[in-house]
């Protein structure tokens, strides 16, 4: 059916199927529903315990479908008789222009090349490819059905960036058996790759191709989620003003103020439990007053959290908060009633909400801010730095291995006659008088 089609490369895909071992094709296509079947039982379970997280080679139930799909694959293609193949790839380096023509016989050779490994190498390059693959569009579906739902829009920002570290986590362990495997391939297959960039590039790229072979799967899974989080899209953050509030609440006054200690043990707890309540740092409440009338709490709420500094709840502002308290005052089931204190609130009275002016950032602030951006900047580059020396050792250290006898033994005299003539000199300048001093 597929070669009765109008179209030159379906056709010619359909002759290569034709030519293939049928027992070949029979286990692929087995392999295939099997797989699919697991898939939907996967998505009917709604399972979501990490099922692509490879462990070396060994993978779980669906990884490990996975893993025989692209194997019978792989199995298919090897049964294909070379003269198909030959004609299948040359029809593709035909149809490419006649500039590019030159390019697409070297990428040809080089698949070519790639697809004669043994099947189990060739699986365990693409079995972390497809895991990359699986977190990216698992993470592209979870932001478009987050933007279509408005229900989930307070607090998406911090999720969204919990979930994108999240991602580069599991993505950076797939990325590091990547790099691993690709190592393994034979050194003609690389350097053919890298002669197919351009000459400048190619400049460029040989010295971290280099340091990259040296590296083992931690420093890759370090160096990719510094440069991952470093390339995530930066949170701009909108200043709000903060809020001052009033809140009523079924109290004796009298009773709550008759002296000072018992004040301020009310002001603490009622700050506490509504702090719990709307799932924020209680810093962010500032208990400004108590009037009579049973009790008439005046609070501020600030503006913005401190999420550098790790405040719980320093995603929402202030006017999410005020909305999230609004909304659990008319619902008598909220965490608002959980409280001792707060379990008192007179609904009928609601919230009195007022905007404050902005607050200007004190130059104490400024300096914290400016602190902390700088420990980050070290940080990130104390963690590439790292990297880079432990593989530079790991080099050296193989250079050495590798080296003839004759080298090595050169080197260590080189480097022992270096120490000598330092003690030496040393030795000299003490008896001299140089450190008389001392």
């Not at 089609?5 to 296509?29: E, N």
């Not at 993978?59 to 194997?71: M, R, S």
């Not at 090349?113 to 099947?119: A, E, R, V």
């Not at 109290?251 to 506490?272: G, L, N, P």
Request: with cysteine; proline share 4%.
């Amino acid at each position: 059916k597929l070669k009765a089609m109008d179209d030159k490369k379906i056709v010619l895909a359909a002759s290569v199927l034709q030519a293939a071992d049928k027992t070949a094709l029979r286990g692929c296509a087995n392999v295939a529903v099997a797989s699919l079947a697991k898939y939907e039982a996967l998505k009917s379970t709604a399972r979501t315990d990490k099922p692509y997280e490879p462990k070396a080679h060994h993978f779980n139930d669906q990884g490990l479908i996975d893993a025989k799909f692209f194997a019978s694959v792989i199995d298919v293609y090897h049964s294909v008789p070379a003269d198909v193949l030959d004609m299948f790839y040359s029809h593709l380096t035909n149809s490419a222009g006649r500039g590019d023509r030159a390019k697409a016989e070297e990428v040809v050779k080089i698949v070519r090349m790639c697809m004669d490994q043994p099947t189990d190498h060739l699986v365990r390059i693409l079995m972390p490819l497809w895991c990359i693959a699986v977190n990216v569009s698992d993470l592209l579906e979870t932001s478009k059905a987050w933007d279509e739902d408005p229900s989930k829009q307070v607090g998406s920002a911090k999720q969204m960036n919990d979930l994108m570290e999240l991602g580069i986590k599991r993505c950076s362990k797939h990325v590091a058996r990547f790099h691993h495997e690709l190592t393994l391939l034979p050194q003609s297959i690389q350097d053919r790759a890298l002669d197919q960039l351009p000459e400048d590039v190619r400049k460029g790229v040989e010295p971290v191709l280099e340091l990259a072979m040296g590296m083992i799967e931690k420093d890759v899974e370090e160096l990719f989620v510094t440069m991952a989080r470093e390339a995530m899209p930066k949170k701009h953050e909108e200043k709000e003003p903060p809020r001052a509030i009033e809140m009523h609440l079924e109290d004796d006054y009298a009773t709550v103020t008759s002296d000072a200690m018992k004040r301020r043990a009310y002001e603490i707890k009622f700050k506490k439990e509504l702090a719990k309540s709307l799932g924020v740092d209680p810093s962010r409440i500032t208990i400004t007053g108590l009037e009579s009338g049973s009790v008439i709490v005046k609070f501020e709420i600030s503006g913005n959290g401190d999420e550098d500094g790790g405040q719980k709840g320093a995603d929402k502002t202030s006017s999410v908060l005020v909305e999230q308290l609004q909304a659990q005052i008319k619902d008598k089931t909220s965490p608002l009633y959980g409280g001792e204190l707060t379990s008192k609130t007179k609904s009928e009275f609601g919230v009195k909400v007022t905007e404050l002016p902005m607050v200007e950032e004190t130059e104490e602030e400024k300096k914290l801010r400016k602190q902390r951006e700088f420990k980050k900047m070290v940080k990130k580059g104390l963690t590439v730095g790292k990297v880079i020396m432990r593989t530079e050792c790991r080099r050296l250290a193989m250079w050495v291995r590798e080296s003839p006898t004759s080298l090595r033994a050169l080197s260590f005299l080189s480097g022992a006659l270096l120490l000598g003539s330092a003690i030496f000199g040393f030795v000299m300048d003490l008896f001299s008088g140089q450190f008389s001093a001392f």
